[in-house]
């Protein structure tokens, strides 16, 4: 990854600092000479960040007492705490991270004297986009809890930021994956050990953003002066179908490409079953519904707003990107 620059050492608290993309931006600015507050939520996560001179604040980022420790003299704040998809996780959780504490963070920034906010979203807000490139301004269709209270999260720091006149911009990244990431290990391992089957007929787009891309759009999207009160999908160049990318791993991975296929109804079926029995248990199901989406909605971004206001213009080709990612996942033990 690259090196910011930065020669007036800019402060910048960056929550959710111990998450893959957190950890990735808190690393990028420290290297670039950023004075870096990055806040986490449990003891004992956040060393290698203070290692590398970060100040790490360890708290819930639904604290206010927290929340204004963590605001306290800085410039930007990049916000990027979220509750990802767990087995057993109620809705209010969700809800009370993604929303509540969103609009808490939002107002004491702004009594704070925070100059910029960044708000990090997901793409996932458009939902299913079928055949054609989903621009900003494209249907919201939220498809599950996480999806929805991330939708409510950046609408509630739009218009909290609007009361509070603190300038702000919404980030949407498309799926993100990178060198030890484990979001994308069933699929990138499961090609690679000969293990997967498709789901459906893998014609569904499945456009993703390389971690080092993300990190430079989201730099410049709390720098330019043309991103304050703007929304921006990041997205990287290539948009393969769910077929065309397992040909590319089972590629870069030295394997013969997987021919099979499953209907994708019964698998539905098996995964509300699975989550019947194995949600209330808090039990991680081993075949759940939100996995079969996966083989069926499209994932089509057209980010032509964030190349033409930002400079946005991702860098890593997708079989670099994809080896550098296996690459990681055999020198983790993973695959």
Known sequence: MGR???????????????????LALASYFLAGGYAVKALVRRTGVGEELVSAGADVITGD???PGVVQCAVAGVDTVYHLASVFRRAGVPDSEYRTVHVDA???????????????????????VHGDVGSTPVNEEGPLRPGDIYQQTKLEGEQVAT???ARVALPI???????????????????????????????????????????????????????SPNAVGRTYILAGNEAPTLNELVRHIAAVAGV???????????????GAMCEAVCVPLRIEPPIYRR????????????????RTELGYAPRTPLLVGLTRTLDSYRRLGWV
Request: contains cysteine.
């Open 4 to 22: 910011a620059n930065r020669p007036d050492r800019k402060r910048l608290l960056i929550t959710g600092a111990a998450g893959y993309t957190g």
């Open 61 to 63: 980022i639904r604290d």
């Open 102 to 124: 969103t609009r808490q963070l939002v107002e004491q920034s702004a009594a704070a004297g925070v100059g910029r906010f960044v708000h990090c979203s997901t793409a996932g």
């Open 159 to 161: 218009t909290t930021a």
């Open 169 to 223: 911009t919404v980030v949407r990244p498309s799926p993100i994956y990178g060198p030890g990431d484990r979001r994308l290990l069933k699929l990138i391992g499961g090609v690679a050990r000969r293990r997967f089957w498709m789901v459906g007929d893998g014609t569904p787009h499945f456009q993703m953003v390389y971690i080092d891309d993300l990190i430079e759009g989201m730099r410049l999207a709390g720098e």
């Open 256 to 270: 013969e490409a997987p021919h099979w296929k499953l209907p994708v109804w019964p698998i539905w079926v098996a």
């Open 291 to 306: 996995r079969v989406r996966f083989f069926t909605n499209s994932r089509l971004f057209d980010f032509s707003r964030a």
